[in-house]
């Protein structure tokens, strides 16, 4: 047994599906989860099938109406415990996660600690959702509007962020009252086992949480089929989510989509770039750059550009690159081979077109252990142009492309010049300005001088292609209810008029 497996183990869970509270075989086909650092194998699970899904969504059936009857608070606590378990367990789900995904070890436990937050987060909600009572223009009538649990749900999320991306969506969907059937991806289902085992631990009852790892279309099709989903959450690419809006079409479940992201950073010509360059860094190499929130184009004012490149250049040299479960590590590897050759085949492409690479770092090359690993070289271009591939779309992986500019408007412009509109990021000292900038971008959320805006208690969501609906805050309860009006007569005292 792997060390990985042993991992698991302690958390009481199995590479497995997790279907009514219990460890069971899937009947499709056979994943192998592989080390991205290494290239070896360190789990091999049987994906869930068509059938699996179909029982997982009886099962949640049939536990929806007593989830849904428990009070708000009560539900409240469960989730409260799984954040506390969450937290007890730091280590070794860090562990697991980056064994399958590939972050650093340092990240990863940062992912626990922000998914343990949207458990607390919500399990404080929970208690909170209140209707209200409105006028009716009949006497003796009112309405009562009260929110109620949609139903059984389905939830899909990717492999960049495997334990936060469920977390933020199952903790939303119990404290609402409804059940869930989660499909994490085949890459990445070890740390979401990982987080069912512990769901169970905390006193979730049976069937509230299904965990069924399987193939995207698989899933896809399982969940969108059935007319007993009636909320579909999806994390993932544009194109998978214009996919999933046709499959839906056949019942109309609600959709929440959190899609891609092309997130300019804006640099304004009075920023500070000693403060802006390592905040840049943090930011596009946190997960080696697959996040669809990253820093994807960055506009530097042109008199600037020599400066930033200087600084890059010299932070750049002291990265270390490599195997995420040693020390210190800046990055590790992108999640398989075929990424790498997407992110060098844009760079490639750039670089043909005109652009030039002026600072790069390969120093995982030093360590022999990396060499059956997945690495892509961090990477910092110049000469970029808004019509290359590069910039028009989603990176994900540790390049950045610098785009010079004259002016604020035309940065701003060029800025919006995309169909994405999920995250930007602005940084100035002229704090006016850099909210002017922030106000005129088009994203969902915007970052003024600060690298990481996202947290559990304020709603996040895309504009454009990047998606619709909310994750986080008192928002994300909500899309996972219903509004229910009741008109009815108002209680008298028998007798008086």
Known sequence: MSETLLLLDRLGARPALFVGGAWCEGHGEAASVRNPATGLEIASVRLAGPGDFAGAIDGAQSAQ????????????????????LLAARRHDLAEVLTCEQGKPLSQAAGEVDY???????????????????????????????KPVPAGVVGLVTPWNFPLAQGAKKIAAALAAGCTAVWKPSELTPLVALGLAALAKEAGLPDGVLQVLPALGPVGGEALTADPRIRVLSLTGSTQTGRTVVRASARHLPRLSLELGGNAPFVILPD???????????????????????????????????????????????????????????????????????RVRALVEGAVSAGASVVAENRSHES????????????????????????????IFGPVLPLLTYSDVEDAVRRANATEAGLAAYVYGRDLSLANAVADALEAGIVGVNEWRPLRAEIPFGGTKASGQGWEGGEEGLREFQELKVISSPVPQIPGRS
């Open 65 to 84: 109406a007593g989830w849904a009857r428990e009070p708000g608070a009560a539900r409240g606590e469960i989730l409260k415990r799984v954040a506390v």
């Open 367 to 394: 360590d022999a252990g990396n060499a059956g690993g997945s690495f892509y070289p961090p990477q910092v271009l110049r000469g970029v142009r808004d019509d290359m591939p590069l910039v028009r779309e989603e």
């Open 271 to 341: 920023a500070d770039l000693d403060a802006v360059v390592p905040e840049l860094i943090k930011l596009k190499l946190l997960c080696g750059g697959q996040v669809c929130v990253t820093a994807n184009r960055v506009f530097v004012p042109q008199a600037l550009e020599p400066a930033l490149i200087s600084r890059l250049s010299a932070a750049w040299a002291g990265l270390r690159i490599g195997n995420g479960l040693a020390g210190g590590m800046d990055a590790g590897p992108l999640i398989h081979a075929a990424a790498c050759e």
């Open 115 to 145: 998914a343990a937050s949207f458990f607390q987060w919500f399990g404080e909600e929970s208690r909170r959702p209140a209707g209200r009572l409105q006028p009716h223009p009949l006497r003796g009538r009112e309405y009562r509007v």
